[in-house]
């Protein structure tokens, strides 16, 4: 898997060197590529933005900067490219795991007020927002959606992390997790954790992540197929 990521302010993009994707880059299992849109401008003080026809605040990313980036980077639109917007739909888990499928990913990022339609209309397949509220630009979006496909891409997450038993990965939020000490500060670790058998562990773990779910986010509950968490009914027996 390849991302390209096409911004004014690279330096956002440092943060990829740290943790277990810095490490994960480095051993080749994804590439990352930033490409600095100033670097296409042909002003001469690489001027990437102007006033909005029609008035109103702030600036706009003008459209050749940007569209010549994409040309120069993915020349034959083998990419999915995707704009950051909070105009976009919103990322989910399940979005993550069909992104995670795709060769190549490009995101651009937008800053200021946004950039010229234009750009969408000539060059993006799809917007996409990281939440209902607004970002001073689309850097940390983008950082959000490298984060959440690269954990999918194989060799990235070590054996012993994985993403099948954590929040999301079964539609419901995830069960609460522990280790040593036994007692800290007066608050011991559940009892079935410590002296459960491996079947009472994952029913515990289970009724916890429903509880949870049915708590604090009733919503994704109500999309979870609860059926799939019962006990199943033992097969009748043909006489
Ligand atoms: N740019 C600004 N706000 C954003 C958001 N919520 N999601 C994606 N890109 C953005």
Request: proline share 5%; aromatic share 8%.
């Amino acid at each position: 898997m390849r991302f390209d990521i096409l911004t004014i302010f690279t330096g956002y993009f440092d943060v990829l060197g740290y943790s277990l994707l810095g490490k994960a880059i480095e051993d080749g299992k994804f590439d990352v590529k930033i490409t600095d849109i100033r670097e296409y401008s042909l002003d001469k003080h690489r001027k990437t933005d102007d006033a909005p026809y029609g008035g109103g605040a702030g600036m706009v990313m003008t459209p050749d900067p940007i569209v010549r980036a994409i040309e120069a980077v993915d020349p034959n639109h083998k990419a999915r490219r995707i704009y950051l917007s909070p105009r976009g739909s919103t990322l989910n888990q399940c979005k993550v795991e069909s992104l995670a499928k795709e060769d190549r990913i490009l995101l651009l990022c937008g800053d200021y007020e946004g950039i010229d339609e234009r750009v969408l209309e000539l060059c993006i397949d799809e917007e996409l927002s990281i939440g209902d509220y607004v970002l001073t630009g689309g850097e940390l979006a983008a950082l959000v959606v490298v984060n959440s496909v690269a954990r999918y891409i194989d060799g990235v997450l070590g054996s012993s992390e994985s993403t099948s038993q954590e929040s999301f990965s079964e539609g419901l939020l995830e069960y609460p997790q522990y280790t040593r000490p036994e007692e800290y500060r007066g608050l011991r670790v559940p009892e079935v954790l410590i002296n459960g058998n491996h079947k009472d562990i994952e029913n515990w773990r289970q009724a916890k992540s429903i509880e949870i779910t049915m708590r604090r986010r009733p919503d994704l509950m109500a999309k979870t197929d609860i059926g799939k968490f019962l006990p199943k009914k033992p097969k009748k027996r043909r006489k």
